[in-house]
Structures are given as C-alpha cells and as structure tokens.
C-alpha cells in the first residue's frame, strides 16, 4: 500500500522525533531530536522535512533545517538535509522523500551527513562534494599561555567583541544544541571558532571544528584550542577540516578518508557553503 507523503509541520514534530529516537537512533532521545526541529534562528521555513504515514503511524522522515543566509551581499535561501529514515516495509518509497525537498524551489541543498547509499545517490542527483580533507589533532594538556593571546567562551566576551556577520551567527546558535563557541582574541584581532562533540567508531570523544573567522590567528592558537577542548570539555581529539580552518593545524595528521560533505546549487561555489544554520549545530548525536 502507498504510503501518504505530508511536510512535516509543528504538530507532526512529536510523532516524528519518536520515530526518528526508536527507528534510527536511540541514543538520540525523541526530545531532543524534537528540539533540534526547531531551529533557534529566525526563518520562514516551509516545513521541517517530510514524511511517510500510514494507518496513522509514521513509517518514514527525512528532516530539513532551512535558513536565510547573506552571500555576497545578497539573501540567499538553504535547505540543509539532515537525518533520513525508513521502516525497511517501506524503503522503495523513500526516494520520494528525497526528490519532494529537492523539488523546491528557489533553494541551495546541503547534505553534511550523507551515509551510505545516499553519497552515490546524491551524486546521481548532480550534488558536488565539498574537499573534506581533515587533519586530526591529539588534544594535549598545557598551561595557560602568557602573553596578549585570549581565549574565552564567555558570552559577554563574544557579544564585545563580534559584529556584523560573526555577532548574527552567534546570536542565531547560542541556543543551538550541539554547537560550541570560543573567543580567541589579541589586542588587535579576533577569532570566533564554533565546534561539536563528535562521535567516530562510537567512541564520542571528538571535537568537530565547524566554523573559523580567522584562520591565521586559529592557527597561531591551534596549542591553546586543542588544550582547552581536552580541559574543558573532555575532548580527546580535535577535526579539523582543511577547507574550514585554512589549511593544515600544526600537529595535525591527516586522515585517509573524511567523512562526505555535499552540495546542489546552481550559483555557488564550494567556498561559500559552511556548516552553519544545519543540522550540525543543532541535533547532538
């Protein structure tokens, strides 16, 4: 039997966040996959993803976190794809789920989690892969450094300090689940890092770098970062993407293979997609 396909809309979020926490990720509680639909930024989004029901049940999700992001100085409108799940009865209706989010229009697509059969999928579906290219970096202990350099996680000290775009992300993810901020800052420059605990082999000892303003002064800080992610937070090791950070962190080693990351558009270009406003910074896993 065909199974009934409906965007996911606030009253639906419930059912599906069980769904998601019994059928794809138990680890994941269904509260807070239902927090992290909904999205702390403002957004006029047409649905959180669509699904599959029948008999009244759900049988089937794929979420969306969509945003409104400047680029180039103009607004341009994201539709990030995030987790994607369907009951095994039902699996030969899933593609639907897929080809009802691509078919809006007047969107960029991203896709930061692809597993799977989804990666060659995706690329069938003319989707670009973004250079992933990552250096891990063992997170070592050391005393705090003496000199000019800062480094905070203070909210006052990240409202002083950041303007303009930086202070929007900020505002926008302060109160986004997985997403970790830092303040590096001298007397004449500054560094907003944004990172998440991450999980590799299910061992959740990860630090994932998601965001640098200033890869110079990240990289001239990469010692105090990684120190401060093992203290603080219990980090064992920090990724860092060489597309995100600006290059190689010094003691990093590269990984022989890094997790896909993807993209559909028309008019953009690989270096103006960052993994802001998605489902990265929002659901912890």
Known sequence: MRAELAPIKSGDVPAVA???????????????????????????????????????????????????RPVDGRPEQFCNLGAWCVLDGHR???IRLLTRLLGQKGYHFTDFSPSGNVVPLNRRLKFTD??????????????RRRGDMRLT?????????????ELAIYRDHTHAA?????????????????????????????G??????????????????????????GIAATL??????????????????SRPKMFKSETLDPDKIDYMYSELTCLAW
Request: glycine content about 8%; hydrophobic content about 40%.
């Open 18 to 68: 069980r769904f998601m926490n019994t059928h794809l990720n138990r680890r994941v509680p269904a509260s807070r996959w239902a927090q992290a639909l909904t999205v702390p930024w403002q957004v006029e989004a047409p649905n959180h993803g669509y699904f599959l029901r029948q008999d009244g049940g759900v049988v089937g999700a794929y979420l969306a976190y969509y945003s409104e």
């Open 178 to 206: 997985a997403a970790k901020h830092l303040l590096l800052s001298t007397p004449r420059e500054h560094c907003y890092v944004v990172f998440r605990r991450d999980s590799r082999k299910k061992v959740r000892a990860f």
């Open 153 to 165: 996680a203070r909210p006052d000290a990240l409202l002083e300090t950041l303007s303009g775009e």
């Open 208 to 233: 994932s770098v998601l965001y640098v303003s200033n890869a110079e002064l990240f990289h001239a800080a990469i010692g105090q970062v990684s120190s401060r992610l093992l203290t603080h937070y």
């Open 92 to 94: 030969h209706q899933g």
């Open 240 to 257: 860092v993407e060489l597309r995100i950070a600006g290059g190689r962190p010094a003691g990093g080693t590269l990984l022989k293979t």
């Open 130 to 143: 973004l250079d992933t290219t990552t250096a891990l970096v063992p997170n070592v202990s050391l005393p």
